[in-house]
């Protein structure tokens, strides 16, 4: 946790310009503001998620999630002068979600304020599509997120982007423990942050241009799919070299993936378009999955974690979020 504040606070957190000041110069795009602003708050996050779940990894990650979701969200602060309050709200919502996924949850906690409700400008409901596609450093962000590693780029994605934010439904998308996944996110956490400031002067890929591109390509696939013919363009996004990985893949056998989708589809299992999250390499697409009278019953959320070089996916994973790791 230290080294990833530490990472992004390359100015002295003495004192200085005020909490207003630096919010407002971050919300500006203004990256060094933002890391003095974590490294100013960073003892009364840690306290916050200290009470709150005591000692161990988990207030560490509930922590450096906090300061993530500042990275996401603090273009969207009402009141730049009460940018603590909601730092320290930020984490208690990180530390809640911890105790409601692990079903230790106490009355009390149902009474801390929500940072949505309290600091943030009214917007359109918190999806993170939406959030990213009017955050001011979005493209900034999704630089950073692109510099990871695979495996670590992956579990970012996933567990802030995406529908699947547990570290089992996490584990399960990557086919590895939940300790790896915890391990993974730890790295990630640092990593990103180091990259955010070595990056802050560079140009990035437009996020919302990927995400968009990403959306329309799933769209056009499952229509195709549905109609039983493959245009040019969606035949060049699934070349033959193309393969089925994880629990519909076969070990040992290269398998196609349209084959594979176009049999669940002549058994009747429908997927419907939910949600996508799309870099360079790496695409998430989720989909709610309806069967009337199909052969056989799926779970009623799937996604597809494709891994792509030059514009095609070379490997496509399909994850049931309710899957046990």
Same mark, same amino acid.
């Given at each position: 946790?230290? *080294? @990833?504040?530490?990472?992004?606070?390359?100015?002295? !957190?003495?004192?200085?310009? /005020?909490?207003?000041?630096?919010?407002?110069?971050?919300?500006?795009?203004?990256?060094?503001? =933002?890391?003095?602003?974590?490294?100013?708050?960073?003892?009364?996050?840690?306290?916050? @998620?200290?009470?709150?779940?005591?000692?161990?990894?988990?207030?560490?990650?509930?922590?450096?999630? +906090?300061? =993530? /979701?500042?990275?996401?969200?603090?273009?969207?602060?009402?009141?730049? +002068?009460?940018?603590?309050?909601?730092?320290?709200? %930020?984490?208690?919502?990180?530390?809640?979600?911890?105790?409601?996924?692990?079903?230790?949850?106490?009355?009390?906690?149902?009474?801390?304020?929500?940072?949505?409700?309290?600091?943030?400008?009214?917007?359109?409901?918190?999806?993170?599509?939406?959030?990213?596609?009017?955050?001011?450093?979005?493209?900034?962000?999704?630089?950073?997120?692109?510099?990871?590693?695979?495996?670590?780029?992956?579990?970012?994605?996933?567990?802030?982007?995406?529908?699947? /934010?547990? $570290?089992?439904?996490?584990?399960? +998308?990557? *086919?590895?423990?939940?300790?790896?996944?915890?391990?993974?996110?730890?790295?990630?956490?640092?990593?990103? +942050?180091?990259?955010?400031?070595?990056?802050?002067?560079?140009?990035? #890929? #437009?996020?919302?241009?990927?995400?968009?591109?990403?959306?329309?390509? &799933?769209?056009?696939? =499952?229509?195709?799919?549905?109609?039983?013919?493959?245009?040019?363009?969606?035949? *060049? =996004?699934?070349?033959?070299?193309?393969?089925?990985?994880?629990?519909?893949?076969?070990?040992?056998?290269?398998?196609?993936?349209?084959? %594979?989708?176009?049999? $669940?589809?002549?058994?009747?299992?429908?997927?419907?378009?939910?949600?996508?999250?799309?870099?360079?390499?790496?695409?998430?697409?989720?989909?709610?999955? /309806?069967?009337?009278? &199909?052969?056989?019953?799926?779970? !009623?959320?799937?996604?597809?974690?494709?891994?792509?070089?030059?514009?095609?996916?070379?490997?496509?994973?399909?994850?049931?979020?309710?899957?046990?790791?």
């Amino acid at each position: 946790m230290t *080294e @990833a504040f530490g990472a992004m606070a390359v100015l002295d !957190p003495s004192p200085g310009p /005020t909490d207003e000041q630096l919010a407002t110069r971050a919300q500006a795009g203004e990256v060094g503001a =933002l890391g003095l602003l974590l490294a100013r708050h960073q003892a009364p996050m840690r306290a916050v @998620a200290l009470s709150v779940l005591g000692h161990g990894p988990d207030a560490d990650d509930a922590v450096q999630d +906090a300061a =993530l /979701t500042a990275l996401r969200r603090i273009g969207d602060v009402r009141d730049p +002068a009460a940018v603590g309050a909601w730092l320290r709200a %930020v984490v208690r919502n990180a530390c809640r979600m911890r105790l409601r996924a692990a079903g230790r949850e106490t009355p009390g906690l149902d009474v801390l304020p929500d940072p949505d409700r309290m600091w943030t400008r009214d917007a359109e409901p918190g999806c993170p599509e939406r959030v990213i596609e009017r955050h001011a450093m979005r493209d900034w962000i999704w630089g950073a997120v692109e510099e990871l590693p695979q495996q670590l780029r992956l579990v970012v994605m996933l567990r802030h982007f995406s529908g699947m /934010t547990s $570290y089992r439904e996490i584990a399960a +998308a990557c *086919e590895v423990p939940v300790g790896t996944v915890r391990s993974r996110l730890s790295q990630a956490r640092t990593r990103m +942050a180091q990259v955010l400031l070595a990056s802050e002067e560079q140009a990035h #890929d #437009d996020a919302a241009a990927l995400n968009g591109a990403s959306r329309q390509e &799933a769209v056009a696939t =499952l229509e195709a799919w549905e109609t039983g013919g493959l245009p040019r363009e969606i035949s *060049e =996004l699934w070349p033959a070299e193309s393969e089925m990985v994880g629990r519909l893949g076969r070990p040992g056998e290269r398998v196609h993936p349209v084959p %594979v989708m176009r049999q $669940y589809l002549e058994d009747g299992v429908r997927q419907h378009l939910r949600h996508v999250v799309a870099g360079r390499e790496i695409a998430i697409w989720e989909m709610d999955v /309806t069967h009337p009278g &199909a052969l056989h019953v799926c779970p !009623p959320s799937l996604a597809w974690v494709m891994f792509r070089s030059d514009g095609r996916v070379r490997r496509l994973r399909v994850v049931f979020p309710a899957a046990s790791p």
